[in-house]
C-alpha cells in the first residue's frame, strides 16, 4: 500500500512568514495526526483528526497555527506568522482508527527552517 | 513527573552484545503501549507492540510491567544496524488517543 504521503520535504523561510505543509494519508485511514518533532526530542502532537473532525488540538498554539481536514481525507497545516522556535520537523501520520492496538504510520516529514 | 520517559543515552555497545533500556509512564490507566525505531533524519517506524504477557520478535523482546509502569526492550546479538534512538509509546485513552511518545533512546552498535 502506498504510504503517508507528505510535501514539502524541506522549507526555509524568514520569521514572520508563513507556511503550508500538505499530508495525504493512507487510503481509508480515517484517524489523522500532526506532530512536530524538535531536534533531539520525541515527536509532540500538535492536532488530531478523526474523519474530518478535531479529536485533539490541545497543544495547538492556535493564535498561530492550524489545521484542516476537509473532506477527511487531505489535510493541510498552517503557520502564520513563523517563530524562531517553530523549526522543526513536521510529521503527518495516519492510522485506520483510533483506538489502542491502531499504530501510527508516519509519513517522511517536513523539515521547517526558520532563520 | 513526566507522563513518559526515557533515557536518552546515548547507549554506545559492542556489536553481538545485548542491551535493554525502559521507558517509564505515570498514567496507571495507559492501556497500549509501542516501540518505534526512528533512524537518523528518517520518520519514526513501528518496532513492535508490547503486550502484557510480553512479546519476543526475532532478537527483540519487550516487556511490560504495569506494577512498576514500565516497558522495556531488550535486543539481543546487536548488530550495526540496530543503531537508532528507540521510541516508546504509551496510549492512555480518553476522549482522544492520549498517545504520548517519550523522548527517544538514542542506541549506537560499534563494531
Known amino acids: 500500500e502506498a504510504g503517508v504521503a507528505q510535501s514539502p520535504r524541506y522549507k526555509i523561510i524568514e520569521k514572520r512568514q508563513s507556511v503550508a505543509f500538505w499530508c495525504n494519508p493512507i487510503?481509508?485511514?480515517?484517524?489523522l495526526y500532526w506532530y512536530q518533532q524538535i531536534l533531539g526530542q520525541g515527536p509532540k502532537l500538535l492536532i488530531q483528526f478523526q474523519n474530518n473532525g478535531v479529536v485533539d488540538d490541545s497543544q495547538l498554539p492556535k493564535d498561530r497555527f492550524s489545521a484542516e481536514r476537509l473532506k477527511g481525507v487531505d489535510s493541510t497545516l498552517k503557520i502564520q506568522p513563523a517563530k524562531l522556535e517553530d523549526s522543526a520537523v513536521y510529521l503527518c501520520?495516519?492510522?485506520?482508527?483510533?483506538?489502542?492496538?491502531?499504530?501510527?504510520?508516519f509519513g517522511n516529514g517536513t523539515r521547517l527552517t526558520v532563520t | 513527573r513526566k507522563e513518559v520517559e526515557q533515557d536518552p543515552g546515548p547507549f554506545n555497545v559492542p556489536e553481538g552484545a545485548t542491551v535493554a533500556f525502559n521507558c517509564t509512564y505515570s498514567n496507571s490507566a495507559s492501556q497500549s503501549f509501542f516501540w518505534y525505531r526512528q533512524d537518523c533524519r528518517k520518520e519514526p517506524k513501528l518496532l513492535m507492540s508490547?503486550?502484557?504477557s510480553g512479546n519476543e520478535d526475532g532478537r527483540f523482546t519487550a516487556q511490560l510491567n504495569r506494577a512498576s509502569q514500565y516497558i522495556s526492550l531488550l535486543i539481543r546479538d546487536s548488530k550495526l544496524s540496530d543503531s537508532a534512538t528507540y521510541l516508546c509509546?504509551?496510549?492512555?485513552?480518553?476522549?482522544?488517543?492520549?498517545?504520548?511518545f517519550g523522548k527517544g533512546t538514542h542506541l549506537i552498535i560499534q563494531p
Open positions: 487510503s481509508g485511514h480515517a484517524t
Open positions: 509509546v504509551v496510549i492512555s485513552g480518553g476522549g482522544a488517543d492520549g498517545l504520548t
Open positions: 508490547v503486550y502484557s
Open positions: 501520520a495516519s492510522s485506520p482508527r483510533m483506538g489502542y492496538q491502531s499504530p501510527l504510520h
